[in-house]
């Protein structure tokens, strides 16, 4: 891996974790886009990176941080954390099954109803 690849994924990696203990999104907005579009991964293969990366406890810095500002409802995190389990499982079976074109417009049409939704309607 040469030295440009490594520093663009710190890059990425850092406006990541930036935008998603600022604003609740990383993964599939930030990470997702740019190792599909700067360094040519397929959809499921920039999908399943993704996944691989938050199933560290990277998260855990952020999440302190809010905690000791009274921003955690642990009750919530742990129901949430269950079901995310679940659905990881069913939704990453389903996808292996699907052609990659469909898995892109799935993943576009998410981002664009959550982009009009976020622009037009909420209040």
């Known amino acids: 891996m040469s030295t440009g690849v490594i520093l663009g994924l710190l890059a990425i990696g850092l406006c990541a974790g930036f935008l998603s203990s600022m604003v609740g999104i990383g993964g599939g907005i930030v990470i997702v886009?740019?190792?599909v579009f700067l360094f040519a991964f397929n959809q499921k293969l920039a999908q399943g990176t993704s996944l691989a990366l938050l199933s560290m406890p990277v998260a855990l810095v952020a999440a302190y941080n809010y905690y000791k500002e009274g921003f955690?409802?642990?009750?919530?995190a742990l129901i949430l954390a269950c079901a995310f389990v679940v659905g990881g499982y069913l939704g990453s079976k389903l996808v292996l099954s699907l052609d990659m074109s469909i898995v892109k417009k799935i993943f576009a049409?998410?981002?664009i109803v959550?982009?009009?939704k976020y622009l037009f309607f909420d209040k």
Do not use: C, F, Q, S
């Open 33 to 35: 886009p740019a190792l």
């Open 72 to 76: 955690v409802d642990w009750k919530v």
């Open 109 to 111: 049409i998410l981002m």
């Open 114 to 116: 959550m982009a009009v």
